[in-house]
T-cell receptor, first 112, second 116 residues
Framework: GENVEQHPSTLSVQEGDSAVIKCTYS??????FPWYKQELGKGPQLIID?????GEKKDQRIAVTLNKTAKHFSLHITETQPEDSAVYFCAASKAAGNKLTFGGGTRVLVKP | GAVVSQHPSRVICKSGTSVKIECRSL??????MFWYRQFPKQSLMLMAT?????????EQGVEKDKFLINHASLTLSTLTVTSAHPEDSSFYIC????????????FGSGTRLTVV
């Protein structure tokens, strides 16, 4: 089955700096890659997603890039703010609507 | 936007009893819902895929007789933890996708189960 690896497991950045989280996946048939933000005691919230027919997608301070050949995708957060502090998860599925496989998560701390 | 309501948010039960968790899609119909389990500081692990009107599909290693899933309508799926033990204590999260028009997976707010 699909295996998703996520790095780093923890990331500490200064407010205003950028944060980058990287994920690799094993199943070349995967074609939907969402990113979620999870705050303590809450369910994950979708922040951005990308499908395999697109190499990059941006939404304000957040961007995701996808390299299908290398089977990896990355989350970029620019101009980080303290409220960006949370756990971020990448995920992959073979089709939109199929089961998701999650990465191990990255705990991001933005220091003011 | 799509909203999934999960109840209860917290529950404490005694060993040996059963606990039911509800997952409702409030503003869309969901033929398919997913149930996850999350231990502290760990990732989400898929337990089962719930399909309206049919049996759930359980992931390898998940006991179907212990974690009963019922998806009786297009807006409600329930997870019942039967004969709960302390090792069942965890954070349980559901997600749903719309029957028509995929717009992403919407997650519930989770249920913190503590078995004493």
């Amino acid at each position: 089955g699909e295996n998703v690896e996520q790095h780093p497991s923890t990331l500490s950045v200064q407010e205003g700096d950028s944060a980058v989280i990287k994920c690799t996946y094993s199943d070349s048939a995967s074609n939907y890659f969402p990113w979620y933000k999870q705050e303590l005691g809450k369910g994950p919230q979708l922040i951005i997603d990308i499908r395999s027919n697109v190499g990059e997608k941006k939404d304000q301070r957040i961007a995701v890039t996808l390299n299908k050949t290398a089977k990896h995708f990355s989350l970029h957060i620019t101009e980080t703010q303290p409220e960006d502090s949370a756990v971020y998860f990448c995920a992959a599925s073979k089709a939109a609507g199929n089961k998701l496989t999650f990465g191990g998560g990255t705990r991001v701390l933005v220091k003011p | 936007g799509a909203v999934v309501s999960q109840h209860p948010s917290r529950v404490i039960c005694k060993s040996g009893t059963s606990v039911k968790i509800e997952c409702r899609s409030l503003d869309f119909q969901a033929t398919t819902m997913f149930w996850y389990r999350q231990f502290p500081k760990q990732s989400l692990m898929l337990m089962a895929t719930s399909n309206e009107g049919s049996k759930a599909t359980y992931e390898q290693g998940v006991e179907k007789d212990k974690f009963l899933i019922n998806h009786a309508s297009l807006t409600l799926s329930t997870l019942t933890v039967t004969s709960a033990h302390p090792e069942d204590s965890s954070f349980y999260i559901c997600s749903a996708i719309p029957t028509q028009g995929f717009g992403g997976y919407t997650f519930g707010s989770g249920t913190r189960l503590t078995v004493v």
